[in-house]
């Protein structure tokens, strides 16, 4: 579930606000994104991974946790963890490539 839009790292692009396929967030103008509904969200983390700067956290959790620190989320390096883990981040090579029924797909045309 959604928990997190880090205002010291958010660059109010409002790609998640784009990308939430629940309308999780509400726009402000000049500002991060607002959590507006965050009990309509899927946990699908679309949000986590078109965020360029990683300034979202979803927990894996389906219900709310009952505290966020920002910090300590940032010192563990969990922001934006799902976006490198899929080989999204800039300079990643993606992942599919090392998946060996990308290979065989490769090999079949």
Same mark, same amino acid.
């Given at each position: 579930?959604?928990? /997190? ?5 958010? *660059? $109010?692009? $409002? ?7 629940? $309308? =999780? ?5 000049? @500002? ?16 986590? /991974? ?5 300034? /979202?956290? =979803? @927990?894996?959790? *389906? ?9 300590? /989320? ?25 998946? @060996? ?9």
């Amino acid at each position: 579930m959604i928990e /997190l839009v880090s205002t010291s790292r958010c *660059v $109010n692009c $409002n790609l998640c606000v784009s990308a939430c396929p629940t $309308n =999780v967030f509400d726009t402000v103008p000049n @500002a991060p994104p607002k959590i507006a509904r965050q009990s309509d969200c899927q946990t699908c983390f679309m949000c986590e /991974l078109y965020c360029p700067v990683d300034a /979202l956290y =979803v @927990a894996p959790e *389906v219900e709310p946790l009952s505290h966020v620190d920002e910090a300590e /989320l940032i010192a563990s390096g969990v922001m934006g963890s799902y976006r490198r883990d899929i080989g999204w981040s800039k300079g990643q090579k993606p992942q599919a490539q090392e998946d @060996a029924s990308f290979i065989f797909s490769k090999m079949q045309r």
